[in-house]
């Protein structure tokens, strides 16, 4: 349970949060960069063409066989990262000419998922270089833990709960520190930790941009990374539960 003194910190600490993310927000907007992966400026994340192909093998598989091809996947997968659409099935079956180059499985640096399965499943990405990056701070969390008698390397907290990475202190010596640019944005984004050493990728600068773009205006009860999907192809891979409370989204540890 939350001690009284530590809401009244953490109080202060999301004023100065939800300050610093409008202030981002409106510098950002201002130079033009709104959600890189739509822009066509950089092949690397331009994925409407894959996504679009398989969208319509997808549709026809689902109409052809009454189920969905999709990898299985266990209860404790995040809702972000479940369902890979299996993309093998779809070629052997003649639902694709080929497997897109930007997939894993051809080589590319992407799964490809499935989204709202239930009501209108929707094609979107997951992006393994973010994957990547974050597998490797965990690494540098849990060699840091090892060695400090459990302690993290922690800075600053962002969230009850939830500090940002000191990655000075996490990366060994030697070794560079890892920084982490947005598939949505292009933002440099922090990494955040919850106390029992799980990293996670910090998404709250992105979610502001996209609730700012929405027609839509987020619920107390929604998780508002669902915010990201509606204009972007990629899933927010990494991430824990975020809240909109005072008109700024706010990350929730799983470990509280």
Known sequence: MIKNTYNTQWSGRKQRISGLLVFLLFTFVGSGCMYQSQSGADPKVAYRESVNRIQLAVEAFQKDQGILPILNADEATPKFEKFRVDLAKLKQ?????????TAFENGGSA?????????????????LQTVQKVNDVQRMVNQYKSVHNGKLPIGDELYPGLHVVDMKEAAVAGAPEVTLNSVYSGQELPFIVDEAGNVYVDYAFDIMQ??????????????????????????PVKSVTYAWESNTPVAKSNSL
Do not use: C, W
């Not at 079956?93 to 180059?101: M, R, V």
């Not at 490809?112 to 929707?122: A, C, D, G, R, W």
């Not at 839509?216 to 899933?235: G, Q, W």
């Open 210 to 235: 996209a609730v700012e773009k929405s027609e839509k205006s987020p619920t107390e009860t929604m998780d508002v990374r669902d915010f990201l999907l509606e204009h972007s192809y990629f899933v």
């Open 111 to 127: 799964y490809f998922l499935i989204q709202n399965e239930e009501v209108e499943p929707t094609i979107k990405v997951m992006d």
């Open 93 to 101: 079956q003649g639902f694709i000419d080929e497997i897109p180059a």
